[in-house]
Protein backbone atom coordinates (compact mmCIF):
# COMPACT_ATOMS: atom_id res chain seq x y z
CA UNK A 1 0.00 0.00 0.00
CA UNK A 2 1.42 3.34 -1.15
CA UNK A 3 2.01 5.67 1.91
CA UNK A 4 0.21 9.01 1.86
CA UNK A 5 2.32 12.24 3.40
CA UNK A 6 1.94 15.93 3.85
CA UNK A 7 2.91 17.69 1.30
CA UNK A 8 2.45 21.54 2.94
CA UNK A 9 0.41 22.97 5.45
CA UNK A 10 -1.16 26.76 5.33
CA UNK A 11 -2.32 28.90 8.03
CA UNK A 12 -3.95 32.25 8.54
CA UNK A 13 -4.37 34.45 11.45
CA UNK A 14 -6.23 37.36 12.09
CA UNK A 15 -3.87 40.43 13.14
CA UNK A 16 -6.13 41.59 15.62
CA UNK A 17 -5.87 40.36 19.41
CA UNK A 18 -8.20 39.85 22.44
CA UNK A 19 -5.66 40.39 25.34
CA UNK A 20 -6.07 38.89 28.72
CA UNK A 21 -7.04 41.87 30.40
CA UNK A 22 -9.94 42.06 28.08
CA UNK A 23 -10.64 38.59 28.83
CA UNK A 24 -10.91 39.69 32.66
CA UNK A 25 -12.91 43.19 32.20
CA UNK A 26 -14.97 40.98 29.81
CA UNK A 27 -15.97 38.29 32.11
CA UNK A 28 -15.28 39.50 35.59
CA UNK A 29 -12.73 36.65 36.07
CA UNK A 30 -9.09 37.78 37.73
CA UNK A 31 -6.43 38.62 35.15
CA UNK A 32 -4.54 36.18 36.95
CA UNK A 33 -6.77 33.25 36.67
CA UNK A 34 -7.68 34.19 32.74
CA UNK A 35 -3.36 34.01 32.37
CA UNK A 36 -2.41 31.40 34.63
CA UNK A 37 -4.95 28.90 35.37
CA UNK A 38 -7.20 29.36 31.73
CA UNK A 39 -3.61 30.19 29.83
CA UNK A 40 -4.55 32.90 28.02
CA UNK A 41 -2.24 35.69 27.46
CA UNK A 42 -3.59 36.72 24.01
CA UNK A 43 -5.97 34.83 21.36
CA UNK A 44 -6.82 36.25 18.06
CA UNK A 45 -10.13 37.81 17.16
CA UNK A 46 -11.19 38.16 13.53
CA UNK A 47 -11.77 41.65 11.43
CA UNK A 48 -14.90 41.88 9.45
CA UNK A 49 -13.57 40.18 6.84
CA UNK A 50 -12.11 37.62 8.55
CA UNK A 51 -14.94 35.11 7.26
CA UNK A 52 -14.55 31.42 8.40
CA UNK A 53 -14.61 29.77 4.69
CA UNK A 54 -12.22 33.01 3.31
CA UNK A 55 -9.89 32.38 6.10
CA UNK A 56 -9.78 28.71 5.17
CA UNK A 57 -9.28 29.94 1.19
CA UNK A 58 -6.21 32.27 2.24
CA UNK A 59 -4.59 29.32 4.36
CA UNK A 60 -5.64 26.26 1.05
CA UNK A 61 -3.84 28.85 -1.29
CA UNK A 62 -0.81 29.19 1.12
CA UNK A 63 -0.30 25.49 1.62
CA UNK A 64 -0.89 25.18 -2.53
CA UNK A 65 2.19 27.67 -3.05
CA UNK A 66 4.31 25.80 -0.53
CA UNK A 67 3.37 22.92 -1.95
CA UNK A 68 4.37 24.13 -5.90
CA UNK A 69 1.53 22.66 -7.10
CA UNK A 70 -1.33 23.62 -9.34
CA UNK A 71 -4.43 23.50 -7.93
CA UNK A 72 -6.02 21.83 -11.19
CA UNK A 73 -3.97 18.63 -9.45
CA UNK A 74 -6.58 18.46 -6.11
CA UNK A 75 -9.05 15.49 -6.63
CA UNK A 76 -10.96 16.02 -3.34
CA UNK A 77 -11.67 19.55 -1.00
CA UNK A 78 -12.76 18.44 2.31
CA UNK A 79 -14.16 21.52 3.83
CA UNK A 80 -13.01 21.01 7.72
CA UNK A 81 -13.99 24.89 9.08
CA UNK A 82 -17.36 25.12 11.47
CA UNK A 83 -20.73 24.99 10.59
CA UNK A 84 -20.62 28.35 11.77
CA UNK A 85 -19.61 30.24 8.53
CA UNK A 86 -20.87 33.37 6.28
CA UNK A 87 -24.08 31.29 5.34
CA UNK A 88 -26.24 28.95 7.08
CA UNK A 89 -27.39 25.45 5.27
CA UNK A 90 -24.15 26.10 2.92
CA UNK A 91 -21.81 23.95 1.70
CA UNK A 92 -18.62 25.78 2.45
CA UNK A 93 -16.35 23.39 0.83
CA UNK A 94 -17.77 23.56 -3.13
CA UNK A 95 -17.12 27.54 -2.68
CA UNK A 96 -13.60 26.86 -1.52
CA UNK A 97 -13.19 24.73 -4.45
CA UNK A 98 -13.88 27.65 -6.91
CA UNK A 99 -11.91 30.20 -5.00
CA UNK A 100 -8.82 28.60 -5.36
CA UNK A 101 -9.52 26.92 -8.68
CA UNK A 102 -9.84 23.44 -7.92
CA UNK A 103 -11.70 22.98 -10.96
CA UNK A 104 -11.05 18.93 -11.41
CA UNK A 105 -11.81 18.22 -7.80
CA UNK A 106 -15.10 17.70 -5.82
CA UNK A 107 -15.86 18.88 -2.57
CA UNK A 108 -17.48 18.56 0.65
CA UNK A 109 -17.93 19.25 4.33
CA UNK A 110 -17.18 17.65 7.26
CA UNK A 111 -17.86 18.39 11.21
CA UNK A 112 -16.50 16.92 14.30
CA UNK A 113 -16.49 20.13 16.25
CA UNK A 114 -12.57 20.36 17.07
CA UNK A 115 -11.97 17.02 16.10
CA UNK A 116 -12.41 17.65 12.20
CA UNK A 117 -9.14 18.02 11.49
CA UNK A 118 -8.01 14.75 12.72
CA UNK A 119 -11.27 13.20 11.15
CA UNK A 120 -10.39 14.85 8.07
CA UNK A 121 -7.20 13.23 7.58
CA UNK A 122 -8.16 9.61 8.31
CA UNK A 123 -11.01 10.22 5.56
CA UNK A 124 -8.86 11.85 3.19
CA UNK A 125 -6.16 8.80 3.69
CA UNK A 126 -8.48 6.37 3.45
CA UNK A 127 -10.18 7.82 0.28
CA UNK A 128 -6.89 7.54 -1.53
CA UNK A 129 -6.46 3.80 -0.10
CA UNK A 130 -9.60 3.04 -1.76
CA UNK A 131 -9.83 5.01 -4.91
CA UNK A 132 -6.75 4.90 -7.03
CA UNK A 133 -8.50 7.69 -9.10
CA UNK A 134 -7.92 10.13 -6.14
CA UNK A 135 -4.37 11.25 -5.69
CA UNK A 136 -4.30 14.15 -3.93
CA UNK A 137 -6.44 15.79 -1.18
CA UNK A 138 -7.29 19.07 -0.06
CA UNK A 139 -8.51 19.92 3.89
CA UNK A 140 -9.02 23.67 4.19
CA UNK A 141 -11.40 25.64 6.38
CA UNK A 142 -11.90 28.56 9.12
CA UNK A 143 -12.84 29.16 12.64
CA UNK A 144 -14.34 31.42 14.44
CA UNK A 145 -16.73 29.80 17.16
CA UNK A 146 -15.46 32.81 19.16
CA UNK A 147 -18.08 34.91 18.07
CA UNK A 148 -20.59 32.52 20.45
CA UNK A 149 -19.08 33.29 23.56
CA UNK A 150 -20.97 35.09 26.11
CA UNK A 151 -18.11 36.46 28.17
CA UNK A 152 -21.41 36.89 31.14
CA UNK A 153 -22.24 33.31 31.13
CA UNK A 154 -20.36 31.71 33.80
CA UNK A 155 -21.11 28.44 32.51
CA UNK A 156 -19.13 28.96 29.05
CA UNK A 157 -16.08 30.30 31.15
CA UNK A 158 -14.60 27.18 29.36
CA UNK A 159 -14.45 28.55 25.88
CA UNK A 160 -13.08 32.11 26.79
CA UNK A 161 -10.20 30.80 24.49
CA UNK A 162 -11.58 30.39 21.42
CA UNK A 163 -10.34 32.61 19.09
CA UNK A 164 -10.23 32.57 15.21
CA UNK A 165 -7.34 31.58 11.82
CA UNK A 166 -7.91 29.32 9.12
CA UNK A 167 -5.63 26.14 8.35
CA UNK A 168 -5.15 24.15 5.46
CA UNK A 169 -3.59 20.66 4.94
CA UNK A 170 -2.31 19.36 1.45
CA UNK A 171 -2.08 15.28 1.13
CA UNK A 172 -0.93 13.14 -1.62
CA UNK A 173 -0.79 9.28 -1.98
CA UNK A 174 2.29 8.17 -2.80
CA UNK A 175 4.66 11.16 -1.53
CA UNK A 176 7.86 10.59 0.56
CA UNK A 177 7.77 12.46 2.85
CA UNK A 178 5.51 13.25 6.43
CA UNK A 179 4.14 9.88 6.66
CA UNK A 180 0.24 10.20 7.87
CA UNK A 181 -0.17 6.68 10.03
CA UNK A 182 -2.71 5.61 11.76
CA UNK A 183 -5.82 7.48 13.75
CA UNK A 184 -7.89 6.97 16.44
CA UNK A 185 -10.99 8.84 17.71
CA UNK A 186 -13.24 7.89 20.50
CA UNK A 187 -16.76 9.74 20.66
CA UNK A 188 -19.09 9.88 24.13
CA UNK A 189 -22.33 10.50 23.32
CA UNK A 190 -23.53 10.62 27.14
CA UNK A 191 -22.07 14.46 26.38
CA UNK A 192 -23.71 15.31 23.55
CA UNK A 193 -26.40 17.78 24.55
CA UNK A 194 -24.04 18.84 27.26
CA UNK A 195 -22.70 22.43 24.88
CA UNK A 196 -25.85 23.85 22.90
CA UNK A 197 -26.81 26.78 21.26
CA UNK A 198 -30.12 27.07 22.48
CA UNK A 199 -31.65 28.78 19.16
CA UNK A 200 -31.44 28.51 15.59
CA UNK A 201 -32.10 24.53 15.27
CA UNK A 202 -35.74 22.94 14.58
CA UNK A 203 -36.44 22.91 17.96
CA UNK A 204 -36.24 26.94 18.73
CA UNK A 205 -35.64 28.76 15.83
CA UNK A 206 -34.36 32.55 15.75
CA UNK A 207 -38.09 33.64 15.23
CA UNK A 208 -38.95 32.33 18.46
CA UNK A 209 -40.45 35.74 20.96
CA UNK A 210 -38.41 36.12 23.78
CA UNK A 211 -35.61 33.65 22.44
CA UNK A 212 -32.59 36.43 21.25
CA UNK A 213 -30.05 37.72 23.16
CA UNK A 214 -28.02 35.37 25.50
CA UNK A 215 -29.64 32.18 23.87
CA UNK A 216 -27.81 32.95 20.44
CA UNK A 217 -25.02 31.55 22.46
CA UNK A 218 -23.18 28.55 23.77
CA UNK A 219 -24.45 27.53 27.05
CA UNK A 220 -24.49 24.82 29.50
CA UNK A 221 -27.20 23.40 30.67
CA UNK A 222 -26.10 21.13 33.11
CA UNK A 223 -22.33 22.78 34.13
CA UNK A 224 -21.79 21.00 37.16
CA UNK A 225 -22.83 17.85 35.93
CA UNK A 226 -21.13 18.19 32.88
CA UNK A 227 -17.65 19.16 34.53
CA UNK A 228 -17.77 16.43 37.24
CA UNK A 229 -18.28 13.18 34.28
CA UNK A 230 -15.82 15.37 31.92
CA UNK A 231 -12.96 15.17 34.61
CA UNK A 232 -13.58 11.58 34.92
CA UNK A 233 -13.59 10.87 31.27
CA UNK A 234 -11.54 13.34 29.62
CA UNK A 235 -7.70 12.58 30.68
CA UNK A 236 -8.27 9.09 30.01
CA UNK A 237 -9.76 9.34 26.18
CA UNK A 238 -6.92 11.58 25.79
CA UNK A 239 -4.14 9.02 26.45
CA UNK A 240 -6.44 6.37 24.81
CA UNK A 241 -6.88 7.93 21.81
CA UNK A 242 -3.32 8.72 21.47
CA UNK A 243 -1.47 5.59 23.13
CA UNK A 244 -4.41 3.73 20.24
CA UNK A 245 -2.90 5.98 17.25
CA UNK A 246 0.22 4.84 18.48
CA UNK A 247 -0.02 0.97 18.66
CA UNK A 248 -1.40 0.79 15.38
CA UNK A 249 1.55 2.73 13.90
CA UNK A 250 3.78 0.20 15.88
CA UNK A 251 4.84 2.65 17.94
CA UNK A 252 4.22 3.76 21.74
CA UNK A 253 4.70 6.43 23.94
CA UNK A 254 8.38 6.54 24.35
CA UNK A 255 8.64 7.10 20.54
CA UNK A 256 6.50 10.47 20.70
CA UNK A 257 9.16 13.45 20.04
CA UNK A 258 6.62 16.15 19.72
CA UNK A 259 2.88 16.21 20.71
CA UNK A 260 0.56 18.64 18.77
CA UNK A 261 -1.57 19.18 20.89
CA UNK A 262 -5.05 21.97 21.20
CA UNK A 263 -5.19 24.48 23.59
CA UNK A 264 -6.44 23.78 26.65
CA UNK A 265 -6.31 24.97 30.63
CA UNK A 266 -2.70 24.68 31.65
CA UNK A 267 -3.22 22.12 34.19
CA UNK A 268 -4.63 19.59 32.15
CA UNK A 269 -1.51 20.17 29.28
CA UNK A 270 0.60 19.29 31.59
CA UNK A 271 -1.12 16.61 33.31
CA UNK A 272 -1.16 15.20 29.62
CA UNK A 273 2.29 15.84 29.11
CA UNK A 274 3.13 14.31 32.70
CA UNK A 275 1.42 10.95 31.65
CA UNK A 276 3.19 10.45 28.64
CA UNK A 277 6.77 11.42 29.83
CA UNK A 278 7.23 14.50 27.88
CA UNK A 279 8.41 17.93 28.21
CA UNK A 280 7.46 21.23 27.28
CA UNK A 281 10.08 20.98 24.73
CA UNK A 282 8.39 18.77 22.83
CA UNK A 283 5.46 20.57 22.61
CA UNK A 284 3.99 24.20 22.49
CA UNK A 285 1.58 25.67 24.76
CA UNK A 286 -0.89 28.07 22.75
CA UNK A 287 -1.38 30.78 25.32
CA UNK A 288 -0.20 33.60 22.67
CA UNK A 289 -3.11 32.31 20.08
CA UNK A 290 -6.14 30.87 22.03
CA UNK A 291 -7.79 27.69 20.99
CA UNK A 292 -8.61 28.44 16.68
CA UNK A 293 -10.77 24.81 17.43
CA UNK A 294 -9.64 22.37 15.07
CA UNK A 295 -6.63 24.38 13.52
CA UNK A 296 -4.79 24.28 16.67
CA UNK A 297 -2.89 20.94 15.27
CA UNK A 298 -1.68 22.99 12.05
CA UNK A 299 -0.67 26.01 14.41
CA UNK A 300 1.14 23.94 16.17
CA UNK A 301 2.81 22.06 13.54
CA UNK A 302 3.69 25.48 11.92
CA UNK A 303 5.18 26.80 15.46
CA UNK A 304 6.89 23.42 16.09
CA UNK A 305 8.73 23.73 12.72
CA UNK A 306 9.62 27.03 12.89
CA UNK A 307 10.50 26.69 16.66
CA UNK A 308 12.94 23.50 15.44
CA UNK A 309 11.39 21.31 18.04
CA UNK A 310 10.10 19.24 14.91
CA UNK A 311 12.78 17.05 13.17
CA UNK A 312 13.74 14.80 10.48
CA UNK A 313 12.31 11.38 11.09
CA UNK A 314 10.55 12.62 13.82
CA UNK A 315 7.60 10.95 14.96
CA UNK A 316 4.87 13.72 15.69
CA UNK A 317 1.40 13.23 17.26
CA UNK A 318 -1.57 15.91 16.34
CA UNK A 319 -4.32 15.50 19.38
CA UNK A 320 -7.68 16.84 19.18
CA UNK A 321 -10.90 16.92 21.59
CA UNK A 322 -14.52 18.86 20.97
CA UNK A 323 -17.59 19.26 22.22
CA UNK A 324 -20.08 16.09 21.56
CA UNK A 325 -17.55 14.83 23.11
CA UNK A 326 -15.01 13.59 20.64
CA UNK A 327 -11.38 12.77 21.18
CA UNK A 328 -8.72 11.94 18.32
CA UNK A 329 -5.21 11.32 17.72
CA UNK A 330 -2.88 11.31 14.47
CA UNK A 331 0.47 9.71 14.37
CA UNK A 332 3.09 11.10 11.41
CA UNK A 333 6.22 10.22 10.43
CA UNK A 334 8.17 13.67 9.53
CA UNK A 335 10.26 14.52 6.90
CA UNK A 336 11.89 11.74 4.30
CA UNK A 337 10.02 8.43 4.58
Not at 196 to 209: F, R
Not at 235 to 264: P, V, W
Not at 291 to 319: C, P
Amino acid sequence: MESVGIMSIGLYLPEQRMSSQEIAAASGIPVEVVEQKMGIKEKTIPALDDHPCEMGIRAAKQAIDRAGIQPEEIEVVIYIGEEYKEYPVWTAAIHLQREIGAVNAWAFDIALRCGTSILGMKLAKDLMTADPAIRTVLLAGGYRNGDLVNYQNPRTRFLFNLSAGGGAILLRRGWTQNEVLATHIITDGSFSQDVIIPTGGTKISHTCDGKAGRWGYFDVPDAKGMKERLERASLQNFLEAIRQSLQKSGLSDKDIDYLGILHMKRSAHEAILKELGLSSEQTIYLDHYGHMGQFDQILSLELGLQAGKIKESDVVVLVSAGIGYAWGATTIRWGRV
